[in-house]
């Protein structure tokens, strides 16, 4: 049974840093692609970024060069470390997961999801 639990969500100032953290189980790093969503309400889900079992990458537009996703294989663990937070990546963020997600298709497995808000 696959489960992923995020936290390091909260609430912080525009400029601000947090990480979040998605642990994961039945998912292992090397068979998965992995990654982390946005959503807020009333507006579609959207990709933040993903890593696959090679470390490959991949960032949307609105998070290069402040977002960094990576994953600790001997935790199974995924992070989302993000920088220089602006009061527009306030969203619930979600970790997700899919054999062939790096390859296009929409994640399998999806977490609960974590708060994160950015103040001006």
């Known amino acids: 049974q696959v489960q992923l639990v995020e936290s390091g969500g909260g609430s912080v100032q525009d400029g601000g840093s947090l990480r979040l953290s998605c642990a994961a189980s039945?998912?292992?790093?090397?068979?998965?692609?992995r990654g982390w969503f946005r959503q807020t309400p009333g507006k579609e889900r959207e990709g933040v970024a993903r890593?696959?079992?090679?470390?490959?990458?991949t960032y949307a537009n609105s998070v290069k060069g402040r977002f960094t996703i990576s994953q600790d294989n001997a935790k199974n663990t995924l992070y989302l470390e993000m920088n220089s937070l602006k009061p527009e990546d306030t969203a619930t963020y979600y970790c997700?997961?899919?054999?062939?997600?790096?390859?296009?298709?929409?994640?399998?497995?999806w977490g609960q999801g974590t708060q994160v808000t950015v103040s001006s």
């Open positions: 890593i696959d079992g090679g470390g490959r990458t």
């Open positions: 997700a997961a899919g054999i062939h997600y790096c390859s296009g298709s929409y994640p399998h497995y």
């Open positions: 039945g998912v292992t790093s090397s068979a998965y692609c």
